[in-house]
């Protein structure tokens, strides 16, 4: 049988860490699934079922019917703790404090027409992007939502700087006639950048003025924002 269809009720096999791994009884224990690929000891781990669009923490003695879990997986983390979020107002848990945008998006695509926004108290709402990375951690993320795709009279915006990238999640929403300089401020207090002196503002290689608003310095879509001393020159 192709490896590919290992995880169907016929075997008693399932999908950990990207590895497909076959076992002896169609029901295992969480431990049992850590020891298969040596993630020992067990209690030094955290387990997470993915099925269906749904997380749910696996205990290191609870049950796993892979027949009635076909086509789930497993994701196991060397961690102490679980971290807990919503998407789409329903409640979900990873293993680790960090989550890469691109697994987020293989487990959860959005809906037609529209995209991922993370959603936190007294904060700008934040698009997700692949090749970011989500944040679990102490005022991390509180809920994932879908949103409409933005229109032409929105930019998504990144900032990318020495110091970090704003926001780490993916992009910020701004209106062509905002100024540039704004998110750039929005970035310093983020990234607790103090010393901005001799930094120069760059998209695709070409200074910004960012006194200009977005339409005046004719930015628009989605826009990566270089923030830092130039190339050979000071900075902090």
């Excluded at 971290?83 to 959005?110: K, Y």
């Amino acid at each position: 049988m192709a490896e590919a269809d290992k995880t169907s009720v016929l075997v008693p096999a399932i999908d950990i860490n990207g590895r497909v791994v076959e076992f002896e009884d169609f029901v295992i224990k969480g431990r049992e699934s850590l020891n298969a690929v040596n993630l020992v000891p067990a209690t030094e781990h955290q387990l997470i079922l993915v099925r269906n669009r749904r997380t749910r923490l696996i205990g290191a003695d609870d049950s796993i019917d892979l027949r009635k879990e076909a086509g789930a997986r497993l994701r196991a983390f060397a961690s102490d703790r679980a971290f807990s979020f919503t998407v789409e107002e329903i409640a979900q848990v990873w293993g680790a404090g960090e989550m890469e945008v691109d697994e987020f998006l293989a487990i959860w695509e959005p809906p037609a027409g529209r995209d991922w926004v993370l959603e936190r108290d007294a904060e700008p709402d934040v698009v997700l992007r692949a090749g970011a990375s989500l944040v679990f951690e102490a005022d991390g993320v509180e809920d994932i939502v879908s949103r409409p795709h933005h229109g032409s009279d929105k930019i998504l915006v990144t900032v990318i700087t020495t110091s970090g990238i704003f926001p780490a999640q993916g992009a910020v929403r701004a209106k062509a006639d905002d100024r540039i300089i704004e998110v750039l401020e929005r970035a310093a207090r983020k990234l607790r950048i103090t010393d901005t002196t001799d930094w120069v503002v760059q998209v695709g290689g070409n200074d910004v003025d960012p006194q200009l608003t977005y339409a005046q310095a004719g930015l628009a879509g989605e826009v990566d924002i270089e923030w830092g001393a130039r190339e050979g020159g000071g900075g902090a």
